[in-house]
C-alpha cells in the first residue's frame, strides 16, 4: 500500500493507494466528521462496487446513495441539482460528507456539490478509474461545463481522503485504462524524466493491469501533481503546466462534442501537437518528439487530430479558453524531457503547421 | 464620506459609503484588475444607476451588461445560468471582473457567478438597497435558493470592494427601505447596545432617508458584521449570531413563498420571535422586548406571524435550516442588550408558546 500526504496547510489531506481498500472501512471513516453520508455514483460503477462501500458504512444516521448517469455529456448544472435536490429532501446538514464513487466526471460533480452545498460540505474521493486516480485525486479542481465550454462552472475545493483500490481498475475498459495513462504520461513530460523512461520500459504491466505496477504509477502521478499544486493552490503560475497538451484536448473535445473522445484520449493528441510546436519552435529535437508518439502508441492512444477536424475549428476552440490571458493565448510546451514551460508568444504560423503536421486541415 | 476596511488577510477590502460616489471612476477603478468588466443588474435598477455606472467604464475593453428580472424568486440556479451564458458568450476570461449593482439578491447571485465562473474571477459590489448595504456588503456569503430552502447553494467568496453611495437609497421604495432597517437593529441587538440606543432617537431620520443619518447607520453595521466575520469567516462559531431572527424569518419566508414578505420583514418578526423567546427562557425582561418591538414598529416593520401560518408550519421549516447541527435546533438569541447567544437546549413548549405570542396559530 502506497500513501501520501497533499500539503495544503489547513486542507492538507492523504491519498491512500492499493488494493482490497474499498470495502475497509478503516480507511474513510476517520475523515467522515459528521453522522451523515450521501454516496454519489454513476449506474456503471454502482453495480460493481457500491455494495462494497456502503457495508463500510453501515454504522451513519443516515446513508443515502444517488447514482446519476454516466458520461461527460451529464456533467450539466442541471446533473448537479440533482444532488442538491437528493440533499435537500433528504434533509442532509451541514455536517454531511458527500462520498464521490466513480470516475473523473462524478469526482468533479461531487465536489463541486460539496462545495456548493449550504457553502461547503466535507467530500471524500473513491476515484474508479486511472485518469480520476492520477488526475482528479490531487488539484482540488471541480466543477461542470457549459455547453460553450469545459470546465467553465466550478470552484477550488479539496476532499478530505482519496482512496484508490487499484482493484477497481480491473473492470475498467481497456479504452478507459489507455486514456488514463495518456495523463500518466504527461507527469513524466512536464516534471519527472525518470518516470518517463520507467514507463517506456513498463507500459505492458500498465496496460495488463498489475497491481503493484499501477499503484506506483499512481503514486508517483499524484506526488509529482501535488508538488505542482502545493506551489499554486489556485493555477495563477507554474501550476498551468499541468494543463500540458489541454489547450489542444479541449479544443477536441469541444468541436466533437463532449463524450465522442475521452478525455485521456483528446489529451493524449493534444501532448503530440504541444510536443510538436515545441519541436518547431526548435525547444526540443525530433527524436524526443517521436519517442512521445512511440509511447502513446504504445498504449493504443491516438496521435492526430480527429478525421477532417480544420486548422481553424482549433484556433476557434482555443480562443475561449480558460488558457487565454487578456487575449494572448498562453501554451504549455515542452523545454526538455520532464521540463514544461508557459509560452504566450507563439507564432500563429507555427501554431498552424504543429496542427497540419498532427493531421489538422 | 466613510470608509473601513474588512480584514481578512489576502482577501480584505474596502468598503467605502457616502453621497455621489457612483459616477465617480476613482473609486471603482482601483479594484479592477483586468480589461473586462460586466455589470449584472435587474431591471429596476437599470433605468435608475446603470448609465451613471458605466460613465466611469468607458475605458475597458469589454463592457458587458445583464439586466436579470427583480427579486427573490428569481434568484435561482436557472438565473445564475444566464449571467454564465453570457460570459461566455462575450468570451469573458479569468480576468474579468463582475459589479454587482442592485439589491441583495443581485449581490448574491453577482458573488455566486463570481466564485464559480472558471473557478472564481473578481468582483465588485454596488449596492443599491440599504438591505444589501449593511447585510450583504460584508461576510462573503453568496448564493441562490433551491425549492426546498433559501441560500441552499452557494459560497463563502469576498468581493474586491464594495462601493455604498446613499444616494441610490432615495428612489428605494419605503417598504424596502424599512426591511433594511430591521437589519440595521439587528446589529444594536445582538452586539451593539449604543447603536441600538442611537437608533431609538433618530429613526425618523433614517426614514427621512437623510443621507448622513444613513451613512453613518451603514458605517456602523458594517463595522460591526466586519468585527465579527474577521473572527469566524466560515461561520463555524461566533458569525451564527449574525443569523438572529433568521431561522424564524426564513420560516417565514419558505411558507409563504419567496417574495410574499421582504426578507428584512421576515426578520422583523423573526427577531420580535427570537426576542419573545429570550425573554420566557428568563435571560432579557419584557420591558427590553417592548423596546424593540416598539423600534421596528416605528419602521413600521411587521411584529408577528403571517396571518394564519401555524406553529407547526414553523417548525418544519426550521428543521431543514442549517442552523440544524446533527438533528438539534440552535438559536441565536439574546442575553441582554447588545449581546446574543447561541443555545441548543431550547424546551420545545417554550419554542411554542413564544410563536404563539408572536401571532402563529
Chains 1, 2 share one sequence.
Not at 124 to 131: A, F, G, I, K, Y
Not at 189 to 209: H, K, S, V, Y
Request: glycine content about 10%; charged content about 20%; overall charge negative.
Amino acid at each position: 500500500m502506497h500513501s501520501l500526504n497533499v500539503e495544503l496547510g489547513d486542507r492538507s489531506y492523504p491519498i491512500v493507494i492499493g488494493s482490497q481498500l474499498l470495502g475497509d472501512p478503516q480507511y474513510l471513516l476517520p475523515y467522515i466528521r459528521g453522522r451523515q453520508v450521501c454516496v454519489v455514483t454513476n449506474e456503471t460503477v454502482a453495480p460493481l462496487y457500491l455494495e462494497r462501500l456502503l457495508e463500510g458504512l453501515s454504522d451513519f444516521d443516515k446513508v443515502d446513495t444517488i447514482e446519476l448517469p454516466d458520461g461527460e455529456t451529464f456533467k450539466t448544472l442541471d446533473t448537479l441539482n440533482r444532488i442538491f435536490d437528493l440533499l435537500l429532501e433528504r434533509r442532509h446538514n451541514r455536517t454531511t460528507t458527500l462520498i464521490a464513487l466513480g470516475g473523473g466526471v462524478i469526482g468533479d460533480m461531487t465536489g463541486f456539490a460539496a462545495a456548493c452545498y449550504q457553502r461547503g460540505v466535507d467530500f471524500v474521493q473513491v476515484p474508479t478509474t486511472l485518469l480520476a486516480q492520477v488526475d482528479s485525486s490531487v488539484g482540488g479542481k471541480t466543477g461542470v461545463n457549459h455547453p460553450l465550454g469545459k470546465n467553465m462552472i466550478g470552484a477550488f475545493y479539496q476532499p478530505r481522503m482519496v482512496l484508490a483500490d487499484m482493484d477497481t481498475l480491473s473492470t475498467l475498459p481497456k479504452r478507459e485504462l489507455a486514456a488514463g495513462i495518456a495523463e500518466v504520461i504527461k507527469y513524466g513530460l512536464i516534471c519527472d524524466a525518470p518516470f518517463f523512461e520507467w514507463l517506456e520500459g513498463n507500459m505492458p504491466r500498465l496496460l495488463a493491469c498489475e497491481p503493484e505496477a499501477l499503484a506506483y504509477a499512481v503514486d508517483r502521478c499524484c506526488r509529482d501533481k501535488a508538488a505542482v499544486v502545493a506551489e499554486d493552490e489556485r493555477e495563477s503560475g507554474r501550476r498551468a503546466i499541468l494543463n500540458f497538451g489541454h489547450t489542444f484536448g479541449h479544443a477536441i473535445e469541444a468541436v466533437q462534442g463532449y463524450g465522442s473522445w475521452l478525455h485521456g484520449e483528446a489529451v493524449a493528441a493534444g501532448m503530440v501537437m504541444a510536443a510538436e510546436l515545441s519541436s518547431l519552435r526548435g525547444d526540443i529535437d525530433a527524436g524526443l518528439v517521436g519517442r512521445i508518439r512511440a509511447l502513446l502508441a504504445a498504449a493504443e492512444l491516438p496521435l492526430a487530430a480527429p478525421e477532417g477536424m480544420a486548422v481553424q475549428q482549433f484556433l476557434d476552440a482555443m480562443a475561449v479558453d480558460k488558457k487565454v490571458l487578456d487575449g494572448r493565448l498562453r501554451l504549455v510546451l515542452l523545454r526538455a524531457l520532464g521540463t514544461a514551460q508557459i509560452v504566450d508568444d507563439t507564432p500563429r504560423e507555427l501554431l498552424v503547421e504543429a496542427l497540419r503536421n498532427c493531421g489538422a486541415v
